[in-house]
């Protein structure tokens, strides 16, 4: 399997490095060449399967055991998922009236990001024990990928990881599960800005390619193909999971409603639904609407400000995932892809062609949720099921409870559940509910922290350099005296 640059400008380059990439070179973000087609046999097969098995079958698909053999790549992703606190990694929680929701929040750090950023980091220790070299990663978030790549690479010799975080605009929380990992290869900044700004200097690092290399240099968030490729197995397991049956032809469609900001999951589910999956995707999003406008639209173009809201890993105004879409609906044009994009990082505003907004309204649907709906949501699931929403699954939630509450009918839906309630306590008091706290959360007020301020008077850029070379030459240094 080879990866292309959405903007076409790239060599290609296969799974290993795509893995090891950030940006590619051209500043587009990979994608497969070719996608597979799921046929009706493969389809009837899988459906058999668990999620961790569906996981093997998708990356087996997209890896290709020339790089990691089929035994090799099973035990990876064993190991990956051996700290989940649920035995089936993920699991369907089937509620009142037709409500379901797939928690996929049972990693270490109580988010969906652990899924992915595992069996990613399990692929890194493979090829890096065969490389012996040295990686710095670089990840800005907007709350839960900062902790979950944290936790995925802690201690590792070979790996340092840099985190900026936004200062003020994560739960306290997500915070701690950052500054309380006190280890010599995990560094966290705590910028004076949100989450897009803290894009700015990543991007203009990734850009200078010399430096890249030189530095070993790549990135966890979702602009890494890895995480992308992962997140489709909750698509087909969803799918499944809610399926009334698989003996009718053609086979018929099932609703995953994604609450989403950098869209990585929202372009899993579409890539999946490119390959013969009958989805029917829609995008939830919060007062930070900028996918909804995309899609309802085709207004690509920044709001004036980050507005914060309860679904705070969702306070995004620059999707950078959308690329991926884009090009995926544009029949895989990348001279149209990189002329969109390359408008919209010249403009910040950006209008789809008429037949590329077409395709996307075919392809996902999307509903704008208030911080109001999410605590009524939230309420009402308590009232109904005596279950805890975390503010980004309400997001998904409010948009079935909207549907049912027409009593047309629909069909089968899943609801993705990106976080567990107990990462967001603040959430569940402002619904007038009352949180439930595991010890290990609690016990993290307590912990010795660690957190380098980024101020708004400082060059960022500068400072992120400056960290990189010095994390450089220590490992050089290190190499030499061993």
């Known amino acids: 399997m080879w990866y292309i640059s959405t903007r076409g400008l790239a060599p290609k380059v296969d799974f290993e490095g795509a893995l090891f990439s950030g940006y590619a070179p051209d500043g587009g973000l990979y994608v497969p060449e070719e996608l597979p087609q799921l046929d009706r046999d493969t389809l009837c097969h899988w459906s058999k399967l668990s999620y961790r098995s569906l996981v093997k079958e998708l990356c087996s698909l997209f890896i290709g055991s020339t790089l990691i053999p089929r035994a090799e790549l099973n035990d990876l992703i064993d190991r990956a998922f051996s700290r989940f606190r649920h035995k089936e990694v993920v699991h369907l929680c089937r509620l009142r009236n037709g409500l379901n929701v797939l928690e996929l929040w049972h990693g270490v750090t109580y988010a969906f990001k652990d899924l992915s950023l595992s069996c990613t980091a399990q692929f890194l220790q493979y090829f890096l024990e065969k490389r012996k070299t040295h990686i710095t990663v670089v990840v800005g978030t907007s709350g839960d990928t900062g902790?979950?790549?944290?936790?995925?690479?802690?201690?590792?010799?070979?790996?340092?990881?840099?985190?900026?975080?936004?200062?003020?605009?994560?739960?306290?929380?997500?915070?701690?599960?950052?500054?309380?990992?006190?280890?010599?290869?995990?560094?966290?900044?705590?910028?004076?800005?949100?989450?897009?700004?803290?894009?700015?200097p990543i991007r203009a690092v990734f850009a200078d390619e010399a430096f890249v290399k030189q530095h070993g240099l790549m990135s966890l968030n979702s602009i890494n193909w890895s995480r992308v490729l992962v997140q489709m197995a909750h698509y087909v397991f969803a799918y499944?999971?809610?399926?009334?049956?698989?003996?009718?032809?053609?086979?018929?469609?099932?609703?995953?409603?994604?609450?989403?900001?950098?869209?990585?999951?929202?372009?899993?589910?579409?890539?999946?639904?490119?390959?013969?999956l009958p989805l029917r995707l829609v995008a939830g999003v919060n007062h930070n609407d900028i996918i909804h406008r995309t899609i309802q639209r085709g207004d690509f173009s920044l709001s004036a400000s980050v507005k914060p809201t309860l679904a705070s890993a969702m306070d995004i105004q620059v999707p950078y995932n959308m690329e991926r879409i884009f090009w995926l609906l544009s029949g895989s044009n990348s001279q149209l892809t990189r002329a969109l994009m390359e408008q919209f990082e010249r403009t910040q505003t950006l209008h789809l062609p008429k037949e590329l907004h077409s395709k996307l309204l075919q392809a996902v649907t999307s509903e704008s949720v208030s911080d109001d709906a999410i605590t009524h949501t939230m309420a009402r699931c308590w009232e109904e099921n005596q279950y805890l929403l975390c503010p980004h699954s309400a997001v998904a939630v409010s948009y079935h409870y909207q549907q049912t509450d027409r009593q047309q009918p629909s069909t089968p839906r899943c609801c993705l559940a990106p976080a567990s309630a107990a990462k967001f306590p603040e959430a569940v008091l402002a619904a007038g509910l009352t949180p439930n706290t595991p010890a290990d959360i609690l016990a993290l007020e307590h912990k010795e922290s660690r957190c380098t301020p980024l101020r708004r008077e400082d060059d960022w850029t500068r400072r992120l350099r400056d960290t990189i070379e010095a994390l450089s030459q220590r490992w050089h240094s290190q190499a030499v005296t061993a």
């Open 147 to 200: 902790s979950a790549a944290i936790k995925s690479v802690q201690g590792a010799k070979n790996v340092d990881i840099i985190v900026l975080l936004p200062k003020g605009h994560c739960s306290k929380i997500q915070e701690l599960q950052m500054t309380t990992v006190v280890k010599d290869n995990v560094h966290v900044f705590g910028a004076e800005g949100n989450s897009d700004e803290l894009d700015e």
């Open 240 to 276: 499944f999971q809610c399926v009334p049956s698989l003996d009718t032809r053609p086979l018929p469609p099932v609703e995953v409603v994604v609450p989403t900001g950098a869209a990585g999951n929202l372009a899993a589910g579409c890539i999946v639904q490119k390959m013969g």
